[in-house]
Each structure stands twice: as structure tokens, then as C-alpha cells.
């Protein structure tokens, strides 16, 4: 009798089956993962391509911020702002004209205008807390748009900021305090009025403070001239009360950032013979000069920093708690102190443009000569020197 069921019973060729049926899956899954690394990978590539380009932008948008400065080396790669009043006045950083090759961007520089197509400046408050922005020029002058492209590969990626020069530090006299002050010794001169036309035509108080004219007082015969006491003979006595209040506090904290000479202590500190530029010299009572600018950071945490021993420099000293200049002292700008300054000690100290103090001033010169001598140029150029502030800064 034929068995029907037989065929069914025949397990010949099964495993081949199988086999084919495990290496179909095993093929599919290795596809899979093929295709989704080679996914991953084109990912990770268009993401570094990406980030490329954005970082190309960001240089651009540095560098066009360093060649906008006066005092930028090389200086034949300064970016003259030849018209600050022309609203159509634009410049470039391209492949031809870039201080590098390493990155690939293009940069275009224009005056910022409003909706009515005037020039904006960048203005201090006068207290030097906050600075606004209006159509009147201004010392430090006008607000610019940095366009920067960048690119690698096949990405390219567009950023813009809006950044501006410092305006100059407000300096209400030659000599500004917010604390009760002495000055004494026969060899202590205060000029708060520009000597020489290279200075200016400005003409301020030789001290001003923010409490009553009575707190500053003398021992000896220093002079202190200025616009009120014009003859600059010994004891003449030209101190102005009721300033208006500079927040110090925060004209240092707008400032810091752009210091290339930074400090941090956490105890007292004596620095001897610091030189952040040298001060050309012609009298002790006159303006010093000075081809370089420098902005110098101390942060001594609710410490002292004695500067001894010959420093010099040019540009902003920025100190964040107390100051004491102690032997010979030549500086061409400004000094910006949140606490205390004390001039001590032998030596010829000679400070060119403005000391600004939130605390008090104490002149004890034995043995030594010391003229702040105000001068509105050194003011000015420390700021214009610094890089530029960024405003604004979005992705494009």
C-alpha cells in the first residue's frame, strides 16, 4: 500500500533553509549597520565641516575687533576708520588682505545707522556705569557691524556683531576721590588743566571729590591748580567738593576683560620694576608721552599692591582694591582704583592723564617728587587702544 505521508515526513534540506534564512537576516542586519555608520559618519562630518566654518567666522569677527584698535601691531595693518561721520564708509578682511591663511572667511565692516539712516555712536553715562548708544559723535567713535563668513568644505556659516571703541573714562579733575584725603609735601603738584596742545584744551579741577571740599586736606605746601586756580604757584589750593559719584566698581568691571596684563592675588603683593611701556619724560612737572597703551589688570581680593622700584607703563592701570606706589613711578593714561592709593617713598613719580579712586588718596613724598599732571589725550587713547566691546553678537 503507497504512505501518502512520506513526502510530508522528509526532513531533507531543512538545515539548508535555515542557513539561508539566518545569513538573509544576518545580511540585512550588517546592511543595516553599514548604512547607518556610513549615516553617523557623514553626520560627524557635515558637523565638523560645520563647526569649521563657525569658528572660521569668529575669527574673522576677532580680528576685524584687533586691526579696528590705533596702537595694533603690525601697524600697517591698522583698519582706519578714514570718515567715522559717513554713513557709507565700509571696509574688508578677505583671503588677500587676512593676517592668517589657516582659515577660510571674509569679513565686512560698516558703520551701524538707524532707521533713519544716521551713524550711531557709543556715549559713557558719565558715571562711567553704562554706556548708550545715540547719533551724537563721540570721542570713541562710531558703533560698527562685523559680517563675517566662514567656510569649509561645503558649509559656510555667517555671524554679525555690533561692537564699539571704549568711550575715554570720565576724569571729574586730575585727582578724583570718595574718601577723605591728605596731600602734603612742598614737592606734591596737582595740575588739572592740559599743558600743552598735544594734551588738549581741556581745563578741570586739580581734585575733586564726592563729599565736601573740607575732607581733602593738606600738610606743607603742595600745589593743586587747575581751572578754578590758574597760577600753579606753591600752595595754590584748587580742590572741588560734590563731584558727581563715578561707580568705579563697575567702570573696572566694564574694563577687566580687556586687560593683556592680568593679576590675581589673595594677599598683599610688591611688584618691583613692572614695565608695561616707558614713558617719555621731558620735566617732572610736565606731560610725559607715550607711543604704546597697555590695560593692566590687578585683582588682590580685598588685598594691597605695592608697585616699587622703577615701574612703568602706558595706558589703564586697573587695581580692585588698594594701591601704593612707593620709589620712582612713571605712568601715561589713566589709574582706575576701587579702594585706597598711597604715593610714598623716595624717587620721581610723574603720573600723565587722571588718577580715579574709590577710596582715598594719601601723598606723603619725603625724599621724593610726585606731579599728576591731567592730560585729556592720555585719557582718550588708553580706551581707543583696548579692544572693542561687543554689544551684540547673533548667528546669521
Known amino acids: 500500500m503507497k504512505n501518502y505521508l512520506k513526502p510530508l515526513n522528509n526532513e531533507s534540506g531543512m538545515v539548508l533553509l535555515l542557513a539561508m534564512l539566518i545569513m538573509s537576516a544576518l545580511i540585512l542586519l550588517g546592511t543595516t549597520a553599514v548604512m547607518e555608520s556610513q549615516t553617523d559618519l557623514r553626520i560627524s562630518g557635515n558637523y565638523k565641516t560645520s563647526a569649521i566654518a563657525f569658528y572660521a567666522a569668529e575669527a574673522g569677527i576677532e580680528e576685524a575687533r584687533a586691526r579696528l584698535r590705533l596702537n595694533f601691531a603690525p601697524t600697517a595693518s591698522i583698519i582706519v576708520d578714514s570718515a567715522p561721520t559717513d554713513k557709507d564708509w565700509t571696509a574688508s578682511i578677505t583671503a588677500a588682505n587676512s593676517l592668517q591663511s589657516a582659515l577660510s572667511y571674509t569679513v565686512n ?36 557691524v562685523l559680517t563675517s563668513a566662514g567656510a569649509s568644505s561645503a558649509a559656510g556659516k ?6 564699539t571703541k571704549f568711550p575715554p573714562i ?83 568691571t566694564n574694563l577687566k576683560d580687556s586687560a593683556n596684563y592680568s593679576y590675581n592675588y589673595t594677599t598683599n603683593q610688591t611688584d618691583t620694576g613692572m614695565n608695561w611701556g616707558t614713558p617719555v619724560v621731558t620735566a617732572q612737572d610736565d606731560p610725559s608721552s607715550c607711543a604704546v597703551s597697555n590695560i593692566v589688570y590687578y585683582n588682590m581680593n ?23 606706589l612707593n620709589g620712582g613711578f612713571n605712568w601715561y593714561g589713566m589709574i582706575l582704583v576701587s579702594g585706597s592709593v598711597t ?22 613724598l619725603v625724599g621724593g617728587n610726585t606731579s599728576i599732571v591731567y592730560c585729556s589725550a592720555a585719557i582718550d587713547g588708553a580706551t581707543q587702544n583696548a579692544s572693542l566691546r561687543v554689544l551684540s553678537w547673533t548667528e546669521k
Open 302 to 324: 580685598g588685598s594691597d599692591i605695592k608697585l616699587s622700584g622703577g615701574t612703568s607703563g602706558c595706558g589703564i592701570l586697573i587695581v580692585n582694591g588698594d594701591l601704593e
Open 109 to 144: 565692516i560698516k558703520h551701524k545707522t538707524n532707521a533713519s539712516n544716521q551713524i550711531l555712536y557709543c556715549h559713557s553715562s558719565g558715571s562711567g556705569a553704562t554706556y548708550t548708544v545715540n547719533t551724537t559723535v563721540s570721542p570713541a567713535g562710531p558703533v560698527y
Open 170 to 252: 570720565p576724569a571729574p579733575a586730575a585727582l578724583y576721590v570718595e574718601a577723605a584725603t591728605s596731600i602734603q609735601g612742598t614737592s606734591t603738584h596737582i595740575f588739572g588743566a592740559d599743558k600743552t596742545a598735544a594734551c588738549g584744551t581741556s581745563s578741570l579741577p586739580g581734585v575733586a571729590t564726592t563729599l565736601s571740599a573740607g575732607t581733602i586736606s593738606k600738610t606743607g605746601n603742595p600745589t593743586v591748580c587747575g581751572v578754578n586756580v590758574t597760577t600753579c604757584a606753591m600752595g595754590d589750593w584748587d580742590v572741588v567738593g560734590g563731584a558727581t559719584n563715578l561707580d568705579v566698581q563697575q567702570m573696572i
Open 343 to 364: 604715593i610714598a617713598g623716595g624717587g620721581n613719580k610723574n603720573i600723565t592723564g587722571s588718577v580715579v579712586a574709590g577710596g582715598s588718596t594719601e601723598a606723603d
Open 158 to 163: 555667517t555671524l554679525e556683531a555690533m561692537v
